[in-house]
C-alpha cells in the first residue's frame, strides 16, 4: 500500500528555487516580531523553503465562523502553466494550544527544557503541531517506498527525507507529512482546498484526505515497547503493537479545482493583473468536533499553504524506490545531482544544474494564529446572511523593502455585494516592521508615514464620486456610515469563553439617535478604534474622554484593530486610509458597491 502509494504521492512534492509567501491571511515566514529585514529563525515552527526575507510580524485578528475571506499568495516557479506540474494545498488546523509564543527561539525537543516538563504547554515558545505528534514522527520508520534519487537519506526515520535528508528539526513538524500529500498517517491539518493542473486526479486527492478517511499509526504495548516505529498494520500486529485509527476529520472532501496561472520566475500578480488567491468561508466548529453552528466554539487556529511542484524529467506517478539510484544493482537513477551531459562534440560535456533534493519539491508558508469566534451569541443579528472580511495586506516599506512581501492594500480592495450581506472590516499591523539591518542581499529601511517601524490603518471614506481622487469626506458629506442599517462591534474579550459581545445597532444604540451612532462608528473606524465615541458620558476612550489627543498620522493608536461587521444601504462607497496613501508611491484606497 505505502509503495503505490508513494509512486502517486511524489507528484506532489516540488522543483527548484521556488518560494511561496502567503499575503492574506498574513503570513508569517517563520517571522514573529522581528525589528529587522531578515527573519530570525527559519527552523522556528516549520520549514518554508523560502529565504529570510519574507512575512510580516504578528498582529492580531479575529473572525468569525463562516466568513468569506479571500486567501492571497504569491508562487515564484509558476503553477497551472507548462513548465510543471503544480499544487497547491490549502488546509487549516486548531486546538487550544497553538500559538506564536513570545520568542523566536525554537520550541525544545526535551521536555526538560520547557516550564513544568511540559512544552506543549510553555507559552514562550511559538507551537503549531504539538510534542506527541513530532515524538511519533521521530521514532517512526521513514516509508522505503519512496523515491529518494541519488540523494543519501541519512537515517530511518521519517524525519529523514529526500528534502531533508539531515533529519533537521523545525517546530514540532513532521518532514515526512510535510513532503508528502496526501500522508498516510494520521495528521492535525484539515484539508480545504487542492488547486491542481491535474483535475483527472481530483477523485483520488480528495478520497485520500483524512477529511473523509481515516489514518492509522502503530502504538507501543507492554509487550512491545517500541512498536510506535512501525509503518504498516500488518508490522505494527506481527510485532505486538497496537494499530490505532485515527478517524476522519468530519468535514467535506477538499474542493479540487484548476490551479491558477502565474509565470515562472516571478513573485508578483498572474493573469490580469490579480495576485494568485482562493476564498474560503471560514468553518464552524464545535468541541465535540462537528460543524453544528449552535455548538460552536471559540478556537485558535492557524493556515497552511503548501506549494508542490515537480517536473516532466521523469514519470513522477510511476517512479517508486525500485527507481532510486543503486550503482551495485546497476540501477541509474532517472536525475543525478549535477550532471555532466554528452551533446556531441568530442570529449566535451556540459553540467546541469541539478540539485535532486529540488526536482520534485514542497514550499509552504503558514499564517499567525487567529481566533476563530462563533456567531452564537449574535444569531438574530448575523441570520443567514454572507458575511464578507475586508482586511489589509501588506507591511510597512516601499516596494523594495518589503519583497518578498507588498506594500499596503486593502484586500479585496474592489468589494461587490448585497444589502443583506454584511462586511467584516478589520486589519492587523505590528509595531516593529523596521525592515533593518541586516538586509541579506535587499535593502534596508522603512519607508512609509509616521513613527518609523510602526504600521497603521483606518478606514475613512473619500469626498466625491472619483476613485481616482485623494482626500477624504467630511462628517457631513459621508454617506458609507451615515447608509450603515445596522453594526456589530468586533471586540472580542481575552477569555475565550465570555459572553461578552457588545452589540450597537439603530434600535440596541444605548438610547443613541441614528446619527450620532453613524457618526461613532466614523469615529472608530477612521481613528482604529482609539476613539469609541464623541462625547458618551463615562466612556473613557471617547474624544472627551481621552487624556491625550490621537496624533495625526495615527502613532498612538493601535497596531491592529478588529473593527466592525456592517450592513450597508445600496451604493457605491470608495475609501482610504488616509496615513498610508501616498500618491505616487504607495496607494491604499477600496471600493464598495452595495446593491
Not at 485578528?61 to 479571500?70: A, D, K, N
Request: proline fraction near 4%.
Amino acid at each position: 500500500m505505502i509503495q503505490r502509494l508513494s509512486a502517486v504521492l511524489l507528484a506532489l512534492t516540488v522543483t527548484v528555487n521556488a518560494d511561496m509567501y502567503l499575503h492574506n491571511m498574513r503570513g508569517s515566514n517563520n517571522r514573529l516580531d522581528e525589528a529587522r529585514r531578515d527573519r530570525n529563525n527559519a527552523n522556528r515552527l516549520f520549514d518554508s523553503q523560502n529565504n529570510n526575507r519574507g512575512g510580516s510580524n504578528v498582529g492580531s485578528l479575529y473572525y468569525y465562523v463562516g466568513e468569506s475571506l479571500p486567501l492571497e499568495w504569491t508562487n515564484q516557479h509558476g503553477c497551472g502553466n507548462d513548465d510543471n506540474h503544480c499544487e497547491i494545498v490549502v488546509q487549516y488546523m486548531c486546538h487550544d494550544n497553538v500559538r506564536d509564543g513570545v520568542t523566536t527561539r525554537t520550541i525544545p525537543q526535551q521536555p526538560t527544557n520547557c516550564l513544568n516538563n511540559d512544552c506543549n504547554t510553555d507559552i514562550r515558545y511559538g507551537m503549531h503541531e504539538d510534542y506527541d505528534y513530532y515524538t511519533n514522527c521521530r521514532y517512526r520508520f521513514r516509508n522505503r517506498g519512496l523515491f529518494t534519487a541519488d540523494r543519501n537519506v541519512n537515517g530511518n526515520t521519517a524525519i529523514y527525507t529526500r528534502q531533508n535528508n539531515n533529519g533537521a528539526r523545525r517546530g514540532y513538524e513532521c518532514p515526512e507529512e510535510r513532503d508528502y500529500w496526501p500522508y498516510w498517517h494520521p495528521s492535525p491539518w484539515v484539508d480545504i482546498a487542492i488547486l491542481t493542473d491535474r483535475l483527472d486526479l481530483c477523485p483520488f486527492f480528495q478520497t485520500e484526505s483524512q477529511n473523509v478517511k481515516p489514518k492509522g499509526a502503530c502504538r507501543n504495548t507492554a509487550t512491545c515497547a517500541n512498536c510506535i516505529r512501525y509503518n504498516t498494520q500488518a508490522q505494527c500486529l506481527a510485532q505486538g503493537g497496537r494499530w490505532a485509527v485515527d478517524g476522519p476529520h468530519g468535514v467535506a472532501p477538499p474542493q479540487c479545482i484548476q490551479a491558477p496561472w502565474s509565470r515562472v520566475n516571478h513573485l508578483g500578480n498572474g493573469r490580469f493583473g490579480q495576485a494568485s488567491s482562493y476564498n474560503w468561508t471560514l468553518p464552524f466548529l464545535a468541541t465535540d468536533g462537528s460543524l453544528d453552528e449552535d455548538k460552536s466554539t471559540p478556537h485558535r487556529c492557524v493556515l497552511r499553504l503548501r506549494y508542490n511542484i515537480s517536473t516532466d524529467d521523469y514519470d513522477a506517478w510511476r517512479v517508486n524506490n525500485t527507481f532510486n539510484n543503486n550503482d551495485g544493482a546497476g540501477i541509474v537513477s532517472p536525475v543525478r545531482q549535477n550532471p555532466n551531459v554528452d551533446i556531441g562534440a568530442k570529449n566535451t560535456a556540459l553540467r546541469l544544474a541539478i540539485n535532486t533534493a529540488q526536482f520534485g519539491r514542497t514550499f509552504q508558508d503558514r499564517s499567525h494564529v487567529f481566533r476563530l469566534v462563533p456567531r452564537t451569541k449574535q444569531k438574530e443579528y448575523f441570520g443567514k446572511r454572507t458575511v464578507y472580511n475586508l482586511n489589509v495586506r501588506g507591511k510597512r516599506g516601499n516596494i523594495v523593502q518589503t519583497f518578498p512581501s507588498v506594500e499596503y492594500d486593502f484586500i479585496p480592495n474592489h468589494l461587490h455585494i448585497k444589502e443583506d450581506d454584511l462586511v467584516h472590516i478589520q486589519w492587523a499591523g505590528s509595531n516593529t516592521h523596521n525592515n533593518g539591518n541586516p538586509a541579506g542581499d535587499g535593502q534596508a529601511g522603512d519607508a512609509g508615514e509616521g513613527r518609523g517601524g510602526t504600521d497603521r490603518h483606518n478606514f475613512v471614506q473619500m469626498v466625491g464620486d472619483s476613485f481616482g481622487a485623494s482626500f477624504p469626506a467630511t462628517w457631513e458629506q459621508n454617506t458609507i456610515f451615515r447608509n450603515m442599517i445596522s453594526a456589530l462591534d468586533a471586540t472580542v474579550p481575552a477569555t475565550a469563553g465570555s459572553d461578552h459581545f457588545p452589540l450597537s445597532t439603530r434600535d440596541q444604540a444605548l438610547g443613541l439617535d441614528d446619527e450620532a451612532v453613524a457618526r461613532n462608528w466614523a469615529l472608530r473606524m477612521a481613528s482604529a478604534g482609539y476613539y469609541t465615541s464623541y462625547d458618551n458620558t463615562g466612556d473613557a476612550t471617547s474624544v472627551t474622554g481621552r487624556n491625550t489627543e490621537l496624533q495625526e498620522l495615527l502613532n498612538n493608536a493601535p497596531a491592529s484593530y478588529v473593527g466592525g461587521v456592517f450592513r450597508f444601504k445600496r451604493g457605491t462607497y470608495d475609501y482610504m486610509c488616509t496615513r498610508n496613501h501616498n500618491f505616487s508611491n504607495r496607494d491604499q484606497k477600496g471600493h464598495l458597491i452595495v446593491e
